[in-house]
């Protein structure tokens, strides 16, 4: 980059920020719908639990960590961040669902990796229509996580995105209209 260049706009940032996280979470689907899931289910349980909650613990000191750089005001791009864990979160439990599902009479109604993924956002998003059901111990065992997880991190962290947004509307409002905040 030569000195005589004028550093990227904030705009031309936060383009890139987003175009990010549309194409990271697009990879985070091709890879949920490609690899092999249900392998790691039937073939090594014991290593199929060990992952999730492994996922779960990472994915939870990693969402700790970016609503503290919201609220701190510090890191790069923290709300875009948050989405992006937002959508991991999705995935980990859909993958989940999926492989809980490969097993018989644990899940009624799912049988695809579309159908797991349906079932974790009526789940996260509390609707519930009662179309894709757990029978089994297991899969109400993860359900009963990813509801309690909801309530924890993921309403924790949509808290802090909204503040965050508000803020930044705020902010915005305020350079466009200085006479407004005196």
Known sequence: MSSNQPPPSRAQIDTRAWLLLVGSSTLLMVVYFTIPLRSVGTDHPVLGWLLFVAALVVL??????????????????????L?????????????????????PDEFVGLESRLDALYFTIVTMSTVGYGDITPAGQAPRLVVMLQIAYNFVFLAAAAGVLSR???????TRTRRRHPEDGA
Request: positive net charge; hydrophobic residues 50%; contains cysteine.
């Open 60 to 81: 939870s000191a990693l969402l700790m960590a970016r609503m503290s750089d919201v609220v701190r005001g510090t890191g790069r791009h923290p709300g875009v961040w």
């Open 83 to 103: 989405v992006f864990l937002i959508c991991l979160s999705m995935t980990i439990f859909a993958a989940t669902y999926y492989v809980l599902g490969s097993k």
């Open 164 to 170: 965050q947004i508000r803020t930044g509307m705020e």
